[in-house]
């Protein structure tokens, strides 16, 4: 398996644009994961799907960002408008969970998306 | 409130030497995990190992090791005889009030800085 997959690698877009980042999870993990990482605020959670379902969805910042997850092998992060302070590298993760929401495997994260805003 | 603390933002070790990173923990569940995820400098962030909070045996792998100790909440990784390759950022990481091992807190990060 190749892993996660994300696309864009890396992204520079205008304050107001719309910018949609994506992600190809491992085949078989039914539970995927997309994180934001700055410098002020580290690694944080943005929202959490089970089965292509949205789970969590506490840590998304603002209503200008959203999630989905059409089918087991896509997800994507949509920002729009987006602002300077999106900028930042967002990552997605997988992980097999099982029934009880214990992990069966650790997550497994993907190159990231290093979003600029300018 | 769910809080992974690494106290130490940056060290730097000549090749060879042994370097420890400290990882501290605040959580009310009794069931939890505890992670170290690695991120060299191109980016990716490299699954190094889990522990869950009923097994406080130490690790080994390789030049790895990992101390569990439940009493003063800390998990903290060790390694031996560094090398320029283990260069990298190490972040420490909490499952977010379960045992989902992808609902992950993390620490702010150790960079670790191996001079040759």
């Known amino acids: 398996d190749a892993g996660v997959i994300q696309s864009p690698r890396h992204e520079v877009t205008e304050m107001g644009q719309e910018v949609t980042l994506r992600c190809k999870p491992i085949?078989?993990?039914?539970?995927l994961f997309w994180y934001r990482q700055t410098m002020m605020r580290g690694l944080e959670l943005l929202i959490y799907f089970n089965n292509n379902v949205p789970i969590d969805d506490s840590g998304m910042p603002e209503d200008r960002f959203s999630a989905k997850m059409p089918n087991a092998s896509f997800s994507t992060l949509k920002i729009q408008p987006s602002e300077p302070r999106d900028s930042a590298v967002y990552f997605c993760a997988c992980a097999s969970i099982g029934e009880w929401g214990v992990g069966d495997t650790e997550a497994f994260f993907g190159q990231g998306t290093r979003l600029t805003v300018v | 409130a769910q809080k992974v603390t690494q106290a130490q933002t940056e060290i730097s070790v000549v090749e060879k030497e042994d370097v420890t990173l400290d990882c501290v923990y605040e959580t009310r569940d009794t069931t939890y995990y505890l992670f170290w995820y690695k991120q060299p400098p191109s980016g990716e962030l490299v699954f190094l190992i889990r522990?869950?909070?009923?097994?406080?045996q130490n690790e080994i792998s390789g030049r790895y090791s990992w101390n569990f100790q439940k009493s003063t909440s800390s998990f903290n990784f060790t390694i031996t005889a560094s090398q320029v390759v283990d260069s990298a950022v190490y972040f420490c990481a909490l499952t977010k009030g379960s045992s989902n091992t992808g609902k992950l807190i993390f620490g702010q990060g150790t960079t670790l800085q191996v001079k040759p």
């Open positions: 085949s078989g993990h039914n539970s």
């Open positions: 522990r869950n909070s009923f097994d406080e």
